[in-house]
C-alpha cells in the first residue's frame, strides 16, 4: 500500500468516538490493565464515550498521542497504541501498545509498533524508543525483544499492585538499531 499507517495486517488510524466500546473492553479486563498499567475502578460507559470523544477532537499528532489499531481483515477495533514522553532535545519518546484478547497472537502488535517507529523514527527525526515493561508481562517482553530493543535496566520492586511489589523492565531501540534489521523506506 502506499499508506505509511498501513501494513499487510492493520492500519493504525486517528479515535474516533464509536471506539469507546473498544477502550471500554480493554480496560474492564483488570487481568491486563495489569500488565499494562493499573487497575482502575469500574467507569460508566457515558465516561467512556466523553473519554473517547474528547480524544476524537484532539488535533493528530504532536509531542503525545495515541492511535487506535485496526485489523485489517474484519475492519474493526483491535487496541491501540500510544506515544508519549516525547524529548526532542534528546531525541526520544516513549510508546506502548495494548491488543485486545480476541486479536492476539495474529501479529498485530508487531505490525502495530514498526508501523509508529517508522513514523517517529522516519518522519520526526527522534533517535531512541524506550518502553517500561512489567517484568512478570512476558508476552510484551518477547515482543519488544522480537523488535530488537534491548534490556536497558531494571527497576527493582518499582510499582505495588496484586499485593505486591515489581520490577519494571526498561528496554531500547535506536533509530539504527531499527533501520539495520529492516532497511530505510524509500521515498518515492
Known amino acids: 500500500m ?4 498501513t501494513g499487510a495486517k492493520v492500519r493504525l488510524r486517528g479515535v474516533e468516538p ?26 460508566s460507559d457515558e465516561s467512556y464515550r466523553s473519554w473517547t470523544a474528547d480524544r476524537a477532537g484532539r488535533p493528530p499528532g504532536g509531542e503525545a498521542f495515541r492511535l487506535v489499531i485496526e485489523a485489517l481483515a474484519e475492519r474493526v477495533f ?11 532535545r534528546a531525541g526520544r519518546f516513549r510508546t ?13 502488535a508487531t505490525e502495530a509498533t514498526e508501523l509508529i517507529l517508522t513514523y517517529m523514527f522516519g518522519e520526526q ?20 525483544r522480537r523488535l530488537g530493543f ?14 505486591g ?9 535506536t533509530a539504527d538499531e531499527f533501520w539495520a534489521t529492516r532497511g530505510r523506506p524509500s521515498v518515492r
Open 78 to 88: 483491535a487496541g491501540s497504541v500510544t506515544v508519549g514522553e516525547t524529548d526532542n
Open 2 to 5: 502506499n499508506d505509511m499507517w
Open 96 to 108: 506502548g501498545i495494548e491488543v485486545s484478547r480476541d486479536h492476539r497472537g495474529k501479529g498485530y
Open 150 to 163: 534491548v534490556e536497558e535496566g531494571r527497576l527493582r520492586q518499582h510499582e505495588y499492585f496484586a499485593g
Open 165 to 173: 511489589y515489581h520490577d519494571s523492565v526498561l528496554l531500547g531501540i
Open 125 to 144: 527525526r527522534l533517535n531512541k524508543c524506550e518502553v517500561e515493561v512489567h517484568a512478570f508481562n512476558e508476552a510484551s517482553l518477547a515482543l519488544y
Open 18 to 43: 464509536e471506539d469507546w466500546k473498544g477502550f471500554r473492553d480493554l480496560a474492564r479486563n483488570t487481568v491486563d490493565a495489569r500488565a499494562a498499567d493499573q487497575v482502575e475502578p469500574p467507569r
